[in-house]
């Protein structure tokens, strides 16, 4: 008995349309709706927001974040998944155990953790004390550059594995032929391998942006209230001020604005889809 495709497709459907794009429509229509909840219809939340350069700041300053973040884990991660993808077999798991070890825990033990290790008296101030690099403890915790410390590895395995994957991929024979042609290391690397990588090196940018601008918990332990991003002011006003309308508008206008930056980084990817 032949089993009809749009069957099995079925199930899933209904689970995304129920968990997905049900709350989606909730969430919409919350923000149109009055404060009062008297069931009429508004635009006042999202001009309230495009009017406040306060609120402005907030979701720019929230998208530059990704992109800092996002810079850092290109820079460590691009090394080390090509590290990965040429060491012996044996290796090679090892290195991608120490990879994935981040996902398997959680996300607040690791902050807490963090916030050890970038505190006043933390390791990584001894350290620099040790050495002499500072006369006095860096201010690490509670600023942009922690959170961008930490956000760089909380979400350094979502840029390595794509870019393991596009790598693993590739026939080691251009590489070869690019050196038999005159070119060094550098020049192989610039003008072979990194175009060829250039799927997995999206893939893993749009994940890693993606998550680094959406994590609450990091940004808020590790920034505090003084920095204050999307996700944290979307729970103030939600939870603090009780204005669930105006939270649901901010959270409909973050979600278009992140959705905006991964398109654009998708059309840019559709340059290198016939290296793939």
């Avoid at 939340?45 to 402005?56: A, I, Q």
């Avoid at 970038?118 to 101030?125: A, C, D, F, T, Y």
């Avoid at 038999?180 to 749009?206: D, F, H, K, N, Q």
């Avoid at 999307?230 to 409909?252: D, E, K, R, T």
Wanted: proline content about 4%; charged content about 10%.
């Amino acid at each position: 008995m032949r089993l009809n495709t749009s069957s099995l497709v079925l199930p899933l459907a209904a689970l995304f349309v129920a968990f997905f794009v049900a709350p989606l429509c909730v969430l919409l229509a919350l923000s149109f709706a009055t404060r009062q909840g008297a069931g009429d219809f508004t635009l006042a939340h999202y001009l309230t927001f495009f009017g406040d350069r306060y609120n402005l700041s907030i979701l720019g300053e929230t998208l530059w974040l990704g992109v800092k973040a996002t810079a850092v884990c290109l820079v460590f991660g691009f090394p080390v998944a090509w590290l990965c993808a040429r060491a012996h077999a044996r290796w090679q798991s090892v290195l991608i155990f120490l990879v994935i070890l981040p996902i398997l825990t959680s996300v607040v033990v690791r902050t807490f953790a963090w916030i050890v290790i970038l505190g006043r008296q933390g390791v990584l101030n001894q350290i620099v004390l040790a050495l002499g690099l500072s006369t006095e403890p860096l201010r690490l915790l509670f600023t942009e550059t922690g959170v961008i410390m930490v956000l760089a590895q909380v979400q350094m395995p979502l840029m390595v594995l794509p870019i393991l994957t596009v790598l693993s991929r590739l026939d080691s024979n251009l590489e070869d032929a690019s050196r038999a042609l005159g070119a060094g290391e550098w020049r192989t690397l610039w003008s072979v391998t990194l175009p060829l990588s250039m799927p997995g090196i999206l893939a893993g940018c749009i994940l890693t942006y993606a998550a680094a601008i959406t994590a609450f918990v990091t940004q808020t332990l590790i920034g505090g209230a003084r920095l204050i991003y999307m996700p944290l002011h979307i729970y103030q006003q939600a939870v603090g001020a009780n204005n669930w309308p105006f939270a649901a508008a901010i959270s409909v206008i973050f979600m278009v604005a992140v959705l905006l930056v991964v398109s654009a980084l998708n059309a840019y990817g559709r340059r290198f889809e016939r290296y793939v």
